[in-house]
């Protein structure tokens, strides 16, 4: 089974510039999530999506960020203008049965972003 | 709302030595307990979970942990350490209350050394 596919693996860019990531769960997963881990720190929930609509946004920083999971499948996470602060890697997983809590999530390796 | 705390940020064992890593939550209703492993570069692997019954949890690699509702407690051990353990492991907790899945809030992290 394949799993839990993220692009890129590493990015630098400048502040104020835009970037992206892009996340393919694990097939047949309906649930989704988006996470920023700060150096030093514990992952911290952005989004959770289930199947193409949003469950909890509410820790993403929308002046910013924006994220979208069309047709229920891969997902994208923006950032526009990115600051300094958002240097992190940015992990993204995804679960079988969203109504399950204890269904144990599986995690990509991640986007390590660095902002100069 | 629910915390994760993990004493110790670093934690140097010998090998073959025991190995224990403290993790404690706050929660007004026990939640799913859940340890992770991140090796360099890497995404989470999940060791071990707790949802219900027996309190004593096995997962992999020779690990496991105790769920202890009096001390709001979820430890991992190992009762030998071998040097592919150098790992930073995450305790995380999901809400067996709210809706929406499995959404982990994790504690910071314990970077463990294994020396010769």
């Known amino acids: 089974e394949a799993g839990v596919a993220q692009s890129p693996r590493y990015k630098i860019i400048e502040k104020r510039q835009s970037v992206a990531f892009w996340c393919n769960p694990i097939s047949g997963h309906a649930t989704l999530y988006w996470y920023q881990q700060i150096l030093g720190q514990g992952p911290k929930l952005l989004i959770q999506f289930q199947n193409n609509g949003v469950v909890d946004d509410s820790q993403l920083p929308k002046d910013r960020f924006s994220a979208e999971r069309l047709k229920g499948v891969d997902s994208t996470l923006k950032i526009q203008p990115a600051k300094l602060e958002d240097s992190a890697v940015y992990l993204c997983?995804?679960?079988?049965?969203?109504?399950?809590?204890?269904?144990?999530?599986?995690f990509g390796q991640g986007t390590r972003l660095t902002v100069v | 709302a629910q915390s994760v705390t993990q004493l110790g940020s670093h934690v140097s064992v010998s090998e073959g030595a025991l190995v224990l890593l403290r993790c404690n939550y706050s929660?007004?209703?026990?939640?799913?307990l859940f340890w992770y492993v991140q090796y360099p570069n890497q995404g989470l692997q999940l060791l071990l979970k707790?949802?219900?019954?027996?309190?004593l949890v096995k997962g992999i690699n020779g690990f496991e942990a105790e769920f202890k509702k009096s001390e709001t407690s979820f430890h991992l051990t190992k009762p030998s350490a071998h040097m592919s353990d150098a790992a930073e492991y995450f305790c995380?907790?999901?809400?067996?209350?709210?809706?929406?899945?499995?959404?982990?809030?994790f504690g910071t992290g314990t970077q463990l050394k294994v020396e010769l």
């Open positions: 929660s007004s209703v026990p939640p799913y």
């Open positions: 995380a907790v999901s809400d067996r209350l709210t809706g929406g899945g499995n959404k982990l809030t």
């Open positions: 707790y949802t219900t019954g027996a309190t």
């Open positions: 997983a995804s679960s079988l049965v969203p109504e399950a809590r204890n269904t144990e999530a599986f």
